[in-house]
């Protein structure tokens, strides 16, 4: 549970974090502003989130397709109706989550989830992971990794939980909590590798209903607090 620092401040803190989105070797993947004549925008990697379990938010990056830019090997391919351009999804890199700190960050943010994709599109992603995370098939460089808001600064920052890169000591989990988080993604991996069609749709359907009450339960649980905070302050 977050603590109650981290509450009080959630809101202030959302504003100062731009991304919670980090490369394979768990640094930082910053914005880059851009100016299209009139306004400063920015540009950053947006989440898609592909798995929930128990009390965390699995996710992956994915960036907007554009002529600039070249589509690397172990990207796939999101036709997005809504979007000028199409969406290339990171299967190469899995973060994960407490779903409370991912939700107090961007409920109010954009964000793709795999439920409203194709089934033809889910599938293939979900494969993709598969392949990288379990087999190494197409001999990827891969990372699994934990993002958390440290308390102290208020930013987001990365542990690896495995890596084919090497990385100096510190910036690994503990091995207790690596091996919690592994089971984590085994089990995920089980239910719907050789899953049929109607058993994966159902497994995502459920998987999302899951996800959107743990949401729910947060958010009331803040308001109670909120309104308890402003209570006692009127005592």
Known sequence: MINKVWK?????????????????????????????????????NRPLIVFHYG???????MRSAKKDRKKLPFEYELS??????????????????????????????????INNLNYEDARNIVDLLIDNFTDNKFNYDITYQRIEINKKTMQPE???????FKFDEEKYMEGIDIDH?????????????????????????????DWDLICKKYRKNNKIKKKDKEFEMQM
Do not use: C
């Open 8 to 44: 009080r401040q959630k809101n202030e803190v959302s504003k100062n974090i731009e991304t919670i989105s980090f490369d394979t070797k768990g640094d930082l993947i910053i914005k880059r502003k851009f100016y299209d004549g009139t306004n400063a925008k920015s540009t950053s």
């Open 158 to 164: 990365s542990k690896i939980i495995i890596s084919t």
């Open 181 to 209: 988080f592994l089971d984590h993604l085994g089990f995920i991996f089980e239910d719907l590798e050789n899953a049929s069609k109607e058993d994966f749709q159902e497994y995502i359907k459920h998987n999302k209903n």
């Open 55 to 61: 009390e965390y938010t699995f996710y992956l990056n």
């Open 80 to 113: 997005n109706p809504k979007r000028k351009q199409n969406d290339w999804v990171d299967t190469t890199n899995i973060m994960v989550m407490d779903t409370e700190e991912f939700d107090l960050l961007y409920k109010d943010r954009e964000f793709e989830e």
